[in-house]
């Protein structure tokens, strides 16, 4: 079992910077890949940007190329979600993901809200 939490949201004004953590404990060892993935006011749930645990690459969304990148922190069982230069239309609860030996792991999720 694997839980996920994450921190960082808030209130940020367009052109902005916030980052956020996804703090992982329990059965971490059996994780391959994480992810962050966000759900703007009365939308679907939409992919945002996945690393591999072990491998280290990424993909991200077209959306936010360019302005968000996911790290880690092997240590600290932490993912983090950099987002940088923030649009109003960032404005979403960001939940982060975690996968491996068959399971998905999901986050409650932090808000952002980018004002314009």
């Known amino acids: 079992q694997v839980q996920l939490a994450e921190s960082g949201g808030g209130l940020v004004q367009a052109g902005g910077s916030l980052r956020l953590s996804c703090a992982a404990s329990g059965r971490t060892f059996s994780v391959n890949s994480v992810a962050w993935f966000r759900q703007p006011p009365g939308k679907e749930r939409e992919f945002v940007a996945t690393?591999?645990?072990?491998?280290?690459?990424?993909v991200y969304a077209d959306s936010v190329k360019g302005r968000f990148t996911i790290s880690r922190d092997n240590a600290k069982n932490t993912v983090y979600l950099q987002m940088n230069s923030l649009k109003p239309e960032d404005t979403a609860v960001y939940s982060c993901?975690?996968?491996?030996?068959?399971?998905?792991?999901w986050g409650k999720g932090t808000l952002v809200t980018v004002s314009s």
């Open positions: 690393l591999s645990w072990s491998g280290g690459s990424t």
């Open positions: 993901n975690a996968g491996g030996r068959g399971m998905v792991y």
